[in-house]
């Protein structure tokens, strides 16, 4: 699927979920965060939990926690 078709289909309003994810501290939110990435192929699976792909500053991935929140679009074909 080519970026131009991502784009056309994030036009279809009823195809667009928005959720958020919310846990007390080491309750998983990054690790659920990384593996709903990588079932989308952002990522390797091997790497989702250990990725931290949402968390955006050095920080956070030094000390393991996302402090900041952090969007992102995924398409999820079934």
Do not use: F, P, W
């Given at each position: ?12 309003t009823?195809?667009i979920r ?10 998983g939110?990054t690790?659920l965060?990384d ?6 192929g952002l990522?390797?699976?091997?790497k989702?939990g250990n990725?931290q792909?949402m ?5 956070g991935k030094?000390r393991g926690?996302?402090i ?8 999820h074909?079934q």
């Amino acid at each position: 699927m080519q970026i131009e078709d991502v784009k056309k289909l994030m036009q279809v309003t009823e195809l667009i979920r928005n959720i958020s994810v919310i846990a007390h501290v080491d309750h998983g939110k990054t690790t659920l965060s990384d593996c709903l990435i990588a079932n989308s192929g952002l990522i390797d699976q091997s790497k989702a939990g250990n990725e931290q792909y949402m968390t955006t500053d050095s920080e956070g991935k030094n000390r393991g926690i996302t402090i900041k929140s952090t969007g992102i679009s995924l398409l999820h074909e079934q």
